[in-house]
């Protein structure tokens, strides 16, 4: 049987990992500076990691939401200390776009709305309702395409009030740092006024925090760089499970829940809970958080320094290089020659890094100086 051609490839096939390290079928080494689109948050098998999967596999893999599951309630708890968000709810699912489908819908349940806003540069999965919020007219399909949902331009806060005037919309949807959109960082201004203007509307503010939570910016969520923004629901997948397909919403305690609102079969499933809570007692333990303020700041500094790179947008481990010239070449050069993976993103111009934040400072060094010898030709 073929398997359906959807995705371009980097010609290596990768058989083994340790932290940042990827081994290719040749025992080449390879450093990941991308983490496998930023879901590797602890670093590859992490003793501690597959320690507690390889635990919990031994005892029960999955039972469905028809009983109880009191690591649920562990894995909750941990991620309500290492949060700060004690009081917000959670509901678990399996993947970010399932995670935005699922906050959409509660919007939408709480206000009696339809309609929604997101942003230019926008992605935020590839369902019927987080693809329509997504700025990318060729994968929305037909049967997703929506009359309601508007996209409108990052950053414009007028634009939002009018369409809040003028429809009737149960939510704004907005990435803590835009992720493929290539690293766009909102401003504090513009969440706090999201937050005044859903607020004012009685729509709901949605943080999608699918790629830039876990503690990947120096924060444990992005929108946690704002002191004071609070929003109605958050979702989160990606680095929660650094590879254990995992994801779900933060919910705000005004939400009230009933049996069957929402649901799943595999959300919250024994295997998965046992990988979020080994992610989350690594990142504590290993202060890895921190570490991704400090070593971000440190590379943002050093490549401020590289005359061929016009900008350098992020925060912590989450961070958008423009070249003066395409990065593709370069990113496969990266590769090719230098056995360094970086990531893509919506613009062509751009390189994305989102390494495990267990990298350290002379792993990031070599990243710099492959990338000056590269730009120096
Ligand atoms: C910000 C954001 N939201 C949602 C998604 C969708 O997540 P998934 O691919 O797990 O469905 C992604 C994936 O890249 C993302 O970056």
Known sequence: MKLFDVYPLIPVTITRAEACTLWDEQGEKYLDLYGGHAVISIGHTHPHYVQRIKEQLDQIAFYSNSVRIPIQHAF???????????????????????????????????????????????????????????DNPKIVAPCNAR???????????????????????????????????????????????????????????ILDEVQSGFGRTGRFFAHQWVDGLRPDIISMAKGMGNGFPMGGILICPDFEASYGLLGTTFGGNHLACAAGLAVLEVLEAEKLQQKAAELGDQLIEELSKIPQITQIRGKGLMIGLDLDREAGPVRAELVKKYHIFTGSASKKETIRLLPPLCVDWNQLNSFISALKEILKT
């Not at 950053?155 to 803590?176: K, M, P, R, S, W």
């Open 147 to 205: 009359t309601d949902f508007h996209i409108l331009p990052f950053g414009d806060l007028e634009a939002v009030e009018t369409v809040l005037e003028t429809q009737e919309i149960g939510g704004i949807i907005i990435e803590g740092i835009q992720g493929v959109g290539g690293i766009q960082v909102p401003s504090a201004e513009f969440l706090l006024g999201l937050e005044k203007l859903a607020k004012r509307y009685h729509a709901k503010l």
């Open 76 to 134: 909750a708890a941990k991620l309500g200390e290492l949060s700060c968000l004690h009081d917000y709810q959670l509901f678990l699912c399996n993947s970010g776009a399932e995670a935005n489908e699922n906050a959409i819908k509660l919007a939408s349940f709480a206000t009696g709305k339809s309609g929604m806003i997101a942003f230019s540069g926008a992605f935020h999965g590839r369902t019927s309702a987080a693809v329509a919020l997504t």
